[in-house]
């Protein structure tokens, strides 16, 4: 998988799990994360945990951990991500059919296929939630157990979810952030209705989850922890880029 498809494919990662795992409006949200080790085509990426911040407003949404910054901003449509590591910054927009046309313009008849065939393949994708009779209590929150299944051309998901609806969701904004996400991905119109009415079976706010994911012939295990949920004005800085990287194309 080239960067350019890895970058696409997190993104695409980040959009699906906010169905499920956030409310909107300003929001500051902490979370403990754990990742596996895994061992694809022959790279090995030790186990890992690291914290992440997201901050999410009716407009704009920030998430960072130590390796990355990622910015979405619906109004102007556009993704700028931030790679810790090699000190660069990378824009480009929402619109999935926007990216396939001009990067197909760039490349080869051969290479355009592959990447129109890729495009095609992230936008095939079937969730299906359901909500057992489990509940306990995490941290400070009383939680319900959900387990989610995500199908796509990419590989299958599962999550063993715990929401608890003790958070309060603001549900106009939160219709107001899928409209936008579905206005800029029309490729995803059609089944998009369905995603929506399967994660929004999961009533409240995530508080833990563990991930399986069955991807490139590995399995990959993960798991998300909320630290901490508050409602406040975000800070300008928080949407702001790291100076003296430099701009890469995508």
Not at 78 to 93: F, G, L, S, V
Not at 124 to 144: F, H, L, P, Q, Y
Not at 187 to 200: D, P, Q, Y
Request: glycine share 4%; aromatic share 10%; proline share 2%.
């Amino acid at each position: 998988m080239t960067k350019r498809k890895l970058y696409l494919f997190i993104f695409f990662l980040i959009y699906l799990t906010m169905l499920s795992s956030f409310s909107y409006g300003d929001i500051y949200i902490r979370q403990k994360k754990h990742v596996d080790g895994v061992t694809i085509m022959g790279r090995t990426q030790p186990s890992r945990d690291f914290i992440v911040q997201t901050w999410l407003t009716p407009d704009k949404v920030s998430i960072e951990d130590a390796k990355s910054k990622t910015v979405i901003e619906f109004d102007k449509n556009i993704i700028t991500i931030a790679d810790h590591n090699e000190k660069t910054i990378m824009r480009m927009p929402m619109n999935f059919s926007e990216i396939t046309d001009q990067k197909s313009s760039d490349m080869s008849k051969e290479d355009s296929e592959e990447f129109k065939k890729f495009m095609d393949t992230m936008m095939k994708i079937n969730v299906s939630v359901t909500k057992t009779n489990e509940k306990k209590k995490i941290g400070r929150w009383n939680c319900a157990k959900y387990i989610q299944v995500m199908n796509t051309g990419m590989g299958e998901f599962k999550s063993v979810i715990w929401a608890t609806e003790d958070i309060d969701v603001d549900r106009e904004l939160y219709t107001k952030y899928i409209s936008a996400i579905k206005g800029t991905m029309p490729g995803m119109n059609e089944n998009m209705k369905e995603i929506i009415k399967e994660t929004s079976k999961i009533k409240g706010m995530e508080v833990y989850s563990e991930q399986t994911t069955e991807m490139m012939g590995q399995t990959m295990r993960s798991s998300t922890e909320l630290l901490e949920y508050k409602k406040g004005r975000a800070p300008a800085s928080a949407f702001d880029m790291p100076t003296g990287y430099k701009n890469v194309e995508f």
